[in-house]
């Protein structure tokens, strides 16, 4: 490591080098503004080398650990952890609070780019602007280049730098890495940079902690100071049933099924040029599947190594939802049988954007068998019972009835999860009569997609009734106002006191204070094992003819609910794919008689 320090000083003093002489150089010819802009050119080529040498050599990215880990890749490339930084939404959430409450700084980044914050690039950098591996979010090196217990929340942790040669950390060791370091020759992969081959970590030790729910705790129980948690499912996981019977964080979320601890699959540890390691070894599966889902870009994600050959800033501009690339419609457009778009000049060869459309589908694919992975997660710990109807039905009578929602998970709230207020799970109900007309419907959603509360801006303007029977288990985030009256916020920022407000906790506790806090959270969510009764009522006045009625139910999960990405600035495309990819689950219907 040492080494690498010293060569790495002296690359940046042939940099000072070059600069000095080229700075000289444009003062002799063109006097001193062309110096200037020559030291910001050199500065910049500066920064991009020392980002390339970290990147590439002290950071790697998870593109070099697919040579030998290409199942385990497949499954993170399209999980949460791999999007954590890539995310649209939480960089416009990034955004917006720091620019309310500057004192936020890193906060949020430092778990969302840990590798981009170690290394140093600023909170603010684009992410189309950040190194690789800083894109790639909670990636291999995140977890696996930890050697260091820590029993902390809030982030942080120490990801120790270090080439691809360097020994990375599990929970089982490094016999079959040491096997293939024995004969490198035969498996052909190189252990330092003098030797060609794949080139691969040299040694494997074991990190108790990596398979212990308290690792996960550090980036999934985050306090603010405001005396609140956004994150809270370690909270909810140490009161719970499943810590008492020793199941882990892993056991649900890297298991054979879903949320379900079944055991684990097994497989090679490892593929290395063509011949399996360990073939028989525990199989973590890094998909981590939960109810969260991508808004962007699909040629920016899943991570796809062929979509590296373009920049994030080039694939903005492929217009994925028009059927570029395809290779009928190129035809056409070829044939003048349609009319060719102004295509941007980066993608105006046919060829590459078909290749750019394979990606494409590629990734798609990949978004789909996470929604399969999703739903199974969410069905695995939930379960519906009903409808249980309150009195025969009749026509003219209110007709009174009761679903009611299990938590199945024995290890954490329904819903969890990320910012508390955010995850969005809640139960749609539509009573149809005998001539199939939908006559009443509670969980119902506005133009936009929100669900018709008090966050609509189509119930607030009257263009939607308020939906008053409304079952919905989202958390809030309550704010104290100016006036002292409760109120429904975005954010955990009581915005009407102060337009810039510095967040800090009241000065006195509680109880002295003699009432709650100026910013709270008022939980919905359904305990592990425990369950809601959903209690509805249909006005007599809509059940007008006897016959076969029926009541169709089912549960939506959203990872965002549409208001709070309006707040925070998101485009109308990352509504759409927002709306496009959520989830419904336990839907069925029921008939039943309606005498008269």
Not at 126 to 133: A, C, G, I, M, N
Not at 168 to 189: F, H, S, T
Not at 429 to 448: F, H, Q, T
Request: charged share 25%; hydrophobic share 35%.
């Amino acid at each position: 490591m040492r080494n690498d320090l010293v060569k790495l000083s002296w690359r940046r003093a042939l940099i000072g080098v070059a600069a000095a002489g080229l700075i000289s150089a444009f003062l002799t010819v063109g006097g001193a503004a062309r110096a200037e802009e020559a030291a910001a050119a050199t500065e910049k080529t500066a920064d991009q080398m020392h980002s390339e040498i970290l990147d590439a050599e002290v950071f790697p990215s998870a593109s070099k650990c697919m040579s030998c880990h290409e199942e385990i890749y497949k499954e993170w490339a399209s999980s949460n952890h791999a999007y954590a930084s890539i995310s649209p939404m939480f960089h416009k959430f990034e955004q917006t609070i720091n620019s309310i409450a500057p004192t936020i700084n890193t906060f949020c980044v430092r778990c969302h780019a840990a590798v981009g914050t170690t290394m140093g690039e600023p909170r603010e950098m684009p992410v189309w602007e950040r190194s690789q591996v800083s894109r790639e979010g909670v990636t291999c090196i995140t977890c696996h280049r930890v050697n260091e217990a820590y029993y902390k929340v809030n982030a942080s942790r120490n990801i120790l730098p270090g080439k691809i040669f360097e020994p990375v950390y599990g929970p089982i060791g490094g016999d079959g890495v040491a096997e293939v370091v024995k004969n490198k020759d035969g498996y052909k992969v190189a252990t330092n940079e003098n030797e060609r081959g794949n080139q691969i970590h040299t040694e494997g030790k074991i990190f108790p902690q990596i398979s212990k729910s308290e690792f996960c705790v550090s980036c999934h129980q985050v306090a603010v100071n405001l005396g609140i948690k956004l994150e809270v499912v370690w909270d909810q996981y140490r009161g719970s049933p499943a810590l008492a019977e020793g199941i882990s964080c892993q056991d649900c979320h890297m298991g054979k099924e879903p949320g379900v601890p079944s055991g684990y699959k097994t497989g090679p540890v490892a593929v290395v040029n063509g011949q399996a390691i360990n073939e028989n070894r525990v199989h973590h599966d890094h998909s981590f599947p939960g109810p969260g889902y991508p808004t962007a870009h699909p040629g920016i994600f899943p991570h796809n190594p062929k979509a590296e050959r373009w920049t994030m800033d080039q694939w903005l501009l492929f217009n994925y939802r028009q059927p570029w690339g395809d290779s009928e419609w190129e035809d056409k457009v070829e044939e003048g049988e349609i009319a060719a778009p102004e295509f941007p000049e980066v993608w105006s060869d046919r060829f590459d954007r078909e290749e750019a459309r394979e990606i494409i589908n590629e990734n798609i694919e990949g978004i789909e068998r996470k929604r399969e992975l999703r739903r199974a997660v969410m069905e695995n710990g939930s379960h519906v019972d009903g409808p249980f109807f309150d009195g025969e039905p009749r026509i003219g009578r209110d007709l009174d009835f009761t679903y009611v929602m299990h938590n199945t998970n024995n290890g954490h709230n329904l819903p969890s999860g990320s910012l508390g207020a955010q995850p969005e799970v809640w139960l749609n109900v539509a009573l149809i009569d005998p001539d199939g007309k939908n006559v009443w419907e509670s969980g119902y959603v506005d133009s936009v997609g929100d669900m018709a509360d008090n966050h609509s801006q189509d119930v607030l303007t009257g263009k939607v009734p308020y939906d008053d029977q409304l079952v919905n288990l989202q958390t809030k985030f309550l704010t104290t106002n100016v006036k002292g009256t409760d109120r429904e916020m975005y954010l955990p920022v009581n915005v009407d006191i102060d337009q810039l407000p510095f967040l800090r906790p009241p000065a006195q506790p509680t109880t002295v204070l003699n009432h709650p806090p100026f910013v709270r959270m008022e939980a919905r969510s359904i305990p592990p094992l425990g369950k809601r009764d959903a209690n509805y009522s249909v006005p007599g006045e809509l059940l007008t003819k006897p016959g076969r009625y029926k009541l169709a139910f089912r549960v939506r999960s959203r990872a965002e609910p549409i208001y709070f990405m309006t707040f925070v600035g998101a485009t109308n495309d990352m509504k759409r794919s927002m709306n496009e990819w959520m989830l419904d689950y336990h839907a069925y219907q029921v008939e039943f008689e309606v005498k008269g």
